[in-house]
């Protein structure tokens, strides 16, 4: 059975760190590209960031690009989510979320059952 | 940046059928997938490359996509139904996953 536990999440001042991690069970995750998605609390989905299967390509949105870093270390099954320089508009709900397909053809098909983040002095 | 707009609400009685619209510029000529989030859950996919289903999901879901709108069809409607919606596609110009606006489905 597919598995992804988020952990990490917490209360943060604004521009404080966190690290979220994502461990994977069930398939083998150096065959899959990766992704982080958000939610604010009462919001929509939001897009951060995507990772490809040997980390070559590395996406972000442009909310998160230069503040946020996303790696993955497939022989520990874990996926990562570095996130600096913290702001209130961080605070969100992060799944990580496992790609199918690829390119225009990507998709979601398991998603964790996410981490909150909380960003507030 | 690719925009994908959705009505905030539907409702549908019971029994009936559900449309949920996901409108983009050109949106027909890219792979549209949709997800159903229940309140306090995570994400479920219910529909992918505009008219596939995954395996357990009923034949109720089916998609379609064309010009500039895609739609999400839910028949038979029930109050299981009950969910937030939303549409997603890879947006090539700015290499970025893209998610539509949200549609909440009340059943009355």
């Known amino acids: 059975e597919v598995q992804l536990v988020e952990s990490g999440g917490g209360l943060v001042k604004p521009g404080g760190s966190l690290r979220l991690s994502c461990a994977a069970s069930?398939?083998?995750?150096?065959?899959?590209?990766m992704n982080w998605v958000r939610q604010a609390p009462g919001k929509g989905l939001e897009w951060v960031s995507s990772?490809?299967?040997?980390?070559?390509?590395?996406y972000y949105a442009d909310s998160v690009k230069g503040r946020f870093t996303i790696s993955r270390d497939n022989a520990k099954n874990s996926l990562y989510l570095q996130m600096n320089s913290l702001r209130v508009e961080d605070t969100a709900v992060y799944y990580c979320?496992?790609?199918?397909?690829?390119?225009?053809?990507?998709?979601?098909?398991?998603w964790g059952q996410g981490t909150l983040v909380t960003v507030s002095s | 940046s690719y925009v994908l707009t959705q009505p905030p609400s539907v409702s549908v009685a019971p029994g009936k059928t559900a449309r949920i619209t996901c409108g983009g510029n050109?949106?027909?000529?890219?792979?549209v997938h949709w997800y159903q989030q229940k309140p306090g859950q995570a994400p479920v996919l219910v529909i992918y490359?505009?008219?596939d289903r995954p395996s357990g999901i009923p034949e109720r879901f089916s998609g379609s996509n064309s010009g500039n709108t895609a739609t999400l069809t839910i028949s038979r409607v029930g109050a299981g139904d009950e969910a937030d919606y939303y549409c997603?596609?890879?947006?090539?110009?700015?290499?970025?996953?893209?998610f539509g606006t949200g549609t909440k489905v009340t059943v009355l």
């Open positions: 979320a496992r790609s199918r397909g690829a390119g225009e053809k990507d998709y979601f098909d398991y």
């Open positions: 069930g398939f083998t995750l150096s065959s899959y590209s």
């Open positions: 990772i490809s299967t040997s980390s070559s390509y590395i």
């Open positions: 050109n949106i027909g000529s890219k792979s």
């Open positions: 490359y505009d008219t």
């Open positions: 997603q596609v890879w947006d090539r110009i700015s290499d970025h996953q893209v």
